[in-house]
């Protein structure tokens, strides 16, 4: 069955940087378009970034334009998010996700989450 | 602010059937799909609804989604007492070029 694990999440300055990593396993890695969302505690959902299955097209939300980046080698079935200049409102779990089988944009499959957290 | 509006609380007995709704726009719900997501305390979120009314295998039929204009429901029926948790809409926003999430909305099972 599709598993995604994430890791490098942990505690951070402000100002710092940390890269998250995301290893696919149970599907055709390569065929999925991958999202990046993160939840601040007690908080809602946000979506963070999508990358397409090849990585040829990527989008971002405003709020982490030119900070983070996302990335994918799919030769070992791992999805990244680099972040820099991390501030406290980055401070959140953050869960990486699969497109459904039909290929709509929206997240289907779910990671366990990592949590970031940025303070001094 | 969250770009798809969603009440911040519902509340029913058990038994009973309780909606919640999803309001969005032209760029976003009416032109694209929607998803209905539960989240349970502590744990990721799971894909309750897919493609506006689709259940994924697993999922009781107790839960149905349906689309109108710019607008989304998520129908909930016989409620149980571990259906108290939290629950959100998302759908592609062609504007905003992103997935777009409502607030969510806690149901209380009263």
């Known amino acids: 069955q599709v598993r995604l694990v994430e890791s490098g999440g942990g505690v951070v300055q402000p100002g710092g940087s940390l890269r998250l990593s995301c290893e696919g396993s149970?599907?055709?890695?390569?065929?999925?378009?991958m999202h990046w969302v993160r939840q601040a505690p007690g908080k809602g959902l946000e979506w963070v970034a999508f990358i397409w299955y090849d990585g040829r097209k990527i989008y971002y939300a405003d709020s982490v334009k030119g900070r983070f980046t996302i990335s994918r080698d799919n030769s070992k079935n791992m999805l990244y998010l680099q972040m820099n200049s991390l501030r406290p409102e980055d401070t959140a779990f953050f869960y990486c996700?699969?497109?459904?089988?039909?290929?709509?944009?929206?997240?289907?499959?779910w990671g366990q989450g990592t949590l970031v957290t940025v303070s001094s | 602010q969250s770009v798809l509006t969603q009440p911040p609380s519902a509340s029913g007995t058990p038994g009973q059937r309780v909606t919640i709704s999803c309001s969005g726009s032209n760029s976003n719900i009416a032109s694209n799909y929607v998803y209905w997501y539960q989240q349970l305390p502590g744990t990721a979120p799971k894909v309750l609804i897919y493609?506006?009314?689709q259940r994924p295998s697993g999922v009781p039929d107790r839960f149905s989604g349906s689309k109108s204009g710019t607008s989304a429901s998520l129908a909930i029926s016989g409620l149980r007492s571990d259906d108290e948790t939290d629950y959100y809409c998302?759908?592609?926003?062609?504007?905003?070029?992103?997935?777009?999430f409502g607030g969510g909305t806690k149901l209380t099972v009263l």
């Open positions: 493609r506006n009314s």
């Open positions: 998302a759908s592609w926003d062609d504007s905003l070029g992103g997935l777009v």
């Open positions: 149970g599907f055709t890695f390569s065929n999925y378009g």
């Open positions: 996700a699969k497109i459904s089988d039909y290929g709509d944009y929206p997240a289907h499959d």
